[in-house]
């Protein structure tokens, strides 16, 4: 079994600041379930654990925190164990071992009333098939969760109309949803979850049915909602560049186990195998790597008067102000304090970095190995 590599150092105790914390989880679907963990077999790939038992390693010893205000997004292939995840994290699905908790609660050990509880308040999911009440009307979809929770008639229905106008769907509170297009109806989805004001949002694959141009737009009504309300969310999607777009970290599943944690930079710039390697390889290195990724000090004689540039701006953005002057871009960070410096000749290597590899994989070989200054935190020009 593979250690999951951690681009994020976090200790498999329980975290303080951690709003979701899940440790060791395990789900293993079939009637020998019981038979895998704790013995030689929990050592083994899945799929030999099939052969040899008929039980299907979906989660294996998974464990990770999802902090406060942050979208954690889980990617993988298909049959990975993404579904299965985000459903035994509400208990959807009971996990086989392990816990999770919220805000220091163990929802493992829940009783079914105070699961129904969490479920109804603390947090929303928003699924791929939107799942509205078709008879009823947006507004009564959106406000079905207060409804549910007991809140006034007049109450849920502002909360609603509150939230509908938030999602951009104002004038449409008395359509039924089957008037409405697979986006506006996923914003529905998005209202619903929110008008209960949820400690935390879990998004399985919300996406994966919309058009591309409408899953943009989706995408970035995400942002929009996640930069003004902070919401903690779990994010779970199969597409790359929506991990990319959406997730401050994104854990990498293979096999029901997670392969790599990190923020996008660090999948980018590091990717922890062959695998990560595999699915990350045709990012554009310049349009996710920081300004912080390639700072260096200052070489000799060098003008440490350039233009500053914010730490966590993309390489891309400093193509400019590099081209405006001959003095390297000096990176800030809090307080305007100089992290270091970016010169013309850091971000070219960068570029010529990938164009190697882009050519090596147009000849069907492997790209070169790699060298200092080609990933993040490397020294540059040393
Ligand atoms: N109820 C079930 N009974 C038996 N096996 C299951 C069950 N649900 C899922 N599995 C198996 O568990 C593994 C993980 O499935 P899961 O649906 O969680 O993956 P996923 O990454 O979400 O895939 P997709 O993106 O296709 O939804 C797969 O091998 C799947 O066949």
Redesign the pocket.
């Known amino acids: 079994m593979n250690s999951p590599a951690e681009s994020t150092a976090q200790p498999h105790n329980e975290s303080t600041d951690a709003r979701i914390s899940v440790r060791n989880l395990w789900k293993i ?2 009637k020998n379930a019981g038979s895998v963990i704790g013995t030689d077999l929990a050592d083994l790939d899945s799929e030999t654990v099939r052969k040899r038992t008929g039980a ?1 390693v ?1 989660v294996r010893d998974m464990s990770f925190d999802v902090h406060p205000g942050e979208t954690f997004v889980v990617m ?1 292939l ?7 995840l985000v459903r035994c994290m509400t208990r959807l699905i009971e996990p086989t071992s392990g816990t999770m908790s919220l805000d220091g609660e163990d929802i493992a050990a829940c009783s079914p009333q105070r699961l129904r509880e969490l479920r109804r308040s603390r947090m929303a999911m928003v699924f791929q098939h939107f799942g509205l009440l078709p008879h009823r009307r947006i507004v009564d979809n959106v406000a079905y969760g207060l409804e549910v929770r007991g809140v006034s008639r007049a109450q849920r229905y502002e909360r609603a109309r509150e939230m509908i106008e938030m999602v951009g769907l104002a004038g449409h509170e008395d359509s039924l949803p089957g008037q409405l297009s697979g986006g506006m109806q996923q914003r529905v989805g998005l209202a619903r979850a929110l008008a209960v004001d949820p400690e935390v949002l879990l998004f399985d ?1 919300p996406f994966s049915a919309l058009d591309p141009l409408i899953r943009r737009d989706m995408q970035d009504e995400v942002l929009r909602l996640q930069r003004e309300l902070h919401k903690t969310a779990v994010f779970i999607t ?1 597409d790359l560049s929506e991990a990319l777009k959406v997730g401050d970290r994104i854990a990498i599943m293979r096999d ?1 186990e997670l392969v790599q944690t990190g923020t996008p930079e660090d999948l980018v710039g590091s990717p922890a195998d062959d695998y990560v390697r595999d699915f990350v390889k045709d990012v554009s290195r310049t349009a996710v790597l920081t300004a912080r990724s390639l700072a260096r000090p200052a070489l000799p004689g060098e003008a440490e008067d350039g233009p500053a540039v914010p730490a966590a701006t993309v390489v891309d953005d400093i193509v400019a102000p590099l081209a405006d002057g001959t003095a390297p871009v000096r990176v800030t960070g809090a307080g305007d304090t100089v992290l270091g410096y970016v010169g013309r000749d850091d971000v070219l290597r960068l570029i010529a970095g990938d164009r190697t590899a882009d050519a090596a994989k147009a000849a069907g070989g492997q790209s070169e190995p790699r060298r200092p200054g080609d990933a993040p935190g490397d020294p540059v020009g040393a």
Do not use: L, P, R, Y
Not at 78 to 84: A, D, R, V, W, Y
């Open positions: 679907f079939g299907t979906a993988g298909s049959g990975s164990g993404k579904s299965t694959e199969h029901g």
